[in-house]
Structure formats: structure tokens, C-alpha cells
């Protein structure tokens, strides 16, 4: 059964999404503070937050900062704010997905559902597979990726993107083919959540994210994986 924690200071909001995904067997467990957000995460094993980004003392933002720096666990935002500016805010600090107040309970669970998946999937044929010389290592039984040696924090979503580039090298993805990949046929939001994924995978794998040797755009197009061969 997986465990999904649920952070908003409204008690009628949890209590619509704890019932409908009590209703899919999932365990539900509720915070309506960051701080008692953040303790409960690191108690208890959980597989994805519900992340309100208004809350009564610690930001929304900041718990999610704090939770991605302890583990790469889904991470759906919960937020009012409806501007383009605040969506890629969200996703640029860590978050796999986004939902709008007012939400329809139906739409959450299908996000749930498919954030959860893909978390789940690996589809690397081979346990392990490295670039420039073992450089950039992606490990597929524990989805963990190395820089030099070093595992690095990435999100669920940074993962599948990057295990997907890894196994078609020199291939161009549309942003179509990649947002399907990401977010599945249930996301029907705003192409450039990609180029954002993108930008903070960049940051992630690349010693010069300006200047990418593993993850080139092809204008006009989408993105290809060059295995840092130039």
C-alpha cells in the first residue's frame, strides 16, 4: 500500500482527498503545517506529497526545498496561484507536478496515480549504464544517478526524462514525446514544463549547464542526448 501525505491547513480540502484516495487503498496521512509536514516526512516511509503552497509558518516552497533535499519522492503542489511565473517557480524548486485550486478530486487522484507510476518504472535494460568514461552513471536497479562518483538528487521526473535520453543516445524527442514520457496522456498543461525539467536536470548532470555536453537542445524541436560526446 502506498503511503501519501497530505500538507494543507484547510481541513475540508484534506478531508475531500483523503477520502477519495482512501477510496483507491492508498495510506493517507495529513499535516496542516510545513513544520509538522516535515516532521512526518522524516518519520514516517512516505511515496508522494500532496504540497500545499500556502501554509500557516513555513512556505509551501521551502518545505518543498527541505523534502527534495532529503529524498526524491513525488512531489505534487497543491496552489492558488494561477500565474506561469509561480507554475515554473514550483517546478524549479523540486516539484514533479502541479494541481489549481479549485482542483477537481477526480484530476488529483489521476496525477496521483500517474506520478506514482512513474516513479515506479525503470526501464533501463542494463543494471547500469555511464558516460565519458563513468563521468555521468545512471544505476537503474536503485534509480539513483552518479556525477564522478557522487549520487545526485534528482526527481522522479528528472530521472525518467534522463533514463529515457540514455537509452535512445543521438535520438531528437519532440517536447510533445518528452511531456508524454514525464507526465503521461493525463497532463494536458503547458509544453515549456519540459524545457524547465530540462533546465534543472541541466543543472543536475552538466559541469556547465550553460554550455551542455550531455543534453542539447535542437531549436526549434525538442532535445537529444549527446552521452557528453562532442
Not at 30 to 49: C, H, M, P, W, Y
Not at 80 to 98: Q, S, T, W
Not at 158 to 185: C, D, I, M, Q, S
Amino acid at each position: 500500500m502506498k503511503s501519501i501525505l497530505i500538507v494543507d491547513d484547510e481541513e475540508k480540502i484534506r478531508e475531500v482527498i483523503v477520502s477519495y484516495l482512501n477510496h483507491e487503498r492508498y495510506q493517507v496521512f495529513q499535516a496542516e503545517s510545513g513544520t509538522e509536514a516535515l516532521r512526518q516526512f522524516k518519520e514516517r516511509n512516505i511515496d508522494l506529497v500532496i504540497l500545499d503552497l500556502m501554509l500557516p509558518d513555513v512556505s509551501g516552497e521551502e518545505v518543498c526545498q527541505k523534502i527534495r533535499n532529503l529524498s526524491p519522492v513525488p512531489i505534487l503542489m497543491l496552489t492558488a496561484k494561477v500565474a506561469e511565473k509561480d507554475r515554473v517557480n514550483g517546478l524549479a524548486i523540486g516539484a514533479d507536478d502541479y494541481v489549481v485550486k479549485p482542483f477537481s478530486p477526480r484530476e488529483l487522484v489521476a496525477r496521483v496515480k500517474a506520478l506514482l507510476r512513474r516513479s515506479a518504472e525503470n526501464e533501463l535494460l542494463a543494471e547500469r549504464i555511464s558516460f565519458q568514461e563513468g563521468q555521468l552513471m545512471i544505476d537503474s536497479v536503485r534509480n539513483k544517478v552518479y556525477k564522478n562518483g557522487e549520487a545526485i538528487n534528482v526527481t522522479p521526473i528528472e530521472y525518467k526524462l534522463l533514463v529515457t535520453f540514455a537509452r535512445y543516445p543521438g535520438r531528437t524527442f519532440h517536447r510533445n514525446e518528452l511531456l508524454e514520457t514525464a507526465l503521461g496522456h493525463e497532463y494536458e498543461g503547458d509544453l515549456r514544463v519540459i524545457d524547465q525539467h530540462i533546465k534543472n536536470l541541466r543543472q543536475k548532470i552538466e559541469d556547465n549547464p550553460k554550455q551542455p555536453v550531455y543534453l542539447i537542445t535542437v531549436f526549434g524541436f525538442g532535445y537529444k542526448f549527446q552521452g557528453g560526446d562532442v
